[in-house]
């Protein structure tokens, strides 16, 4: 089958790889739709860390796809469902998973980053993942390109969530990405009457402006402290949402918070970039709370789904590149040079 694989020399390349064998309880997805986002942008570059040089593995954790053999489960998918497949396989045994905090397992697998992932013609779904719930049927009639942005619509759902995010708040999004524009899409659908967004690209400004953000900042032209501040009546924000990885975003978005505000880093930053130097001063004056939050659970997942189904017209502007997998080259030098927002391979 064809597959865009990471290579042990540390570049990605397309090249026929052997079909997935599968063991008791897998099931086989034909991939239908694989999403690329910023964690497979940083893979490409070499800068994840559970892709280190000699490493040879499939990215691809956003996907869609036709189930092509079942496990034989009785209560498990059956061959032809069209299904979305949440990719994080928790423990189910560890502290975190215990707590409900599956996104933190100490021994947490995942499509695309510890297993074989979506950016190929066919993928194994672990039983780990079958039995967990993380394969998702869909009807038949469901736009396979807009349920693959479940993925992501997930993890800013968590972060939205770590900060209590409410329909009286200010809240600016510094990054306007593909996950700022979700945040966005999502507080404007929980009522929020003011959403600040920060984006150097004027095209992204653009875009935010179309999906109904009510105020966008270029950060390079302008103090956007003193400017959040003055479009929140001098308070600041009630909630700021870090989405870009830059380093001196995350210590600027303590400046823009109000007093009693809360923070989430969604971001991550580079592996030897993630040192940030912040005024701690600001959290303890201002009792702000600074939270930050990674991946997503299968829970997640399911209700993002429910999110997407119930409004697919307001989701589908994301998704504005398709390409087959055979350019999945220029699909990802797409995805990197700012100009796309959600990039999806049809393997």
Known sequence: ???????????????????????????????????????????????????????HRIPGHELVGRVATAG?????????????????????????????????????????????????????????????????????????DLAVLMEPVAAVLRGLDAVALDKGDTLVVAGAGPTGLIALLLAKRRGVERVIVSQPSAHRRHLAGELGADHTLDPTACDVVAEVRRLSGGEGADVVMVTTPVGHVFAQSLEMAAVGGRVNFFAGLPPRAGRVELDANLVHYRELTVTGTTANTTEDCRRALDLLLADPAVFAPLVTHRYPLRDAERAFADAAGGGALKVVLHP
């Open 72 to 144: 034989g489960t009785p209560t498990g998918p059956a061959v032809g469902d069209l299904v979305a497949v949440a990719p994080n396989m928790a423990c189910d045994t560890c502290g975190p998973c215990r707590r409900g905090r599956g996104n933190l397992c100490a021994s947490y697998e995942a499509l695309g980053l510890t297993v074989n992932g979506a950016f190929a013609q066919r993928v194994r779904i672990p039983a780990r993942a079958v039995a967990q719930g993380n394969v998702v049927p869909l009807a038949a009639d469901v736009d396979p």
């Open 1 to 55: 089958m064809l597959a865009y694989a990471f290579q042990p020399g540390g570049a990605m390349d397309l090249a026929r790889h052997e079909e997935p064998r599968l063991r008791a309880g897998d099931v086989l997805v034909d991939v239908i739709s694989a999403g690329v986002c910023g964690t497979d942008l940083k893979i490409a570059r070499g800068e994840h860390r559970r892709f280190p040089p000699g490493t």
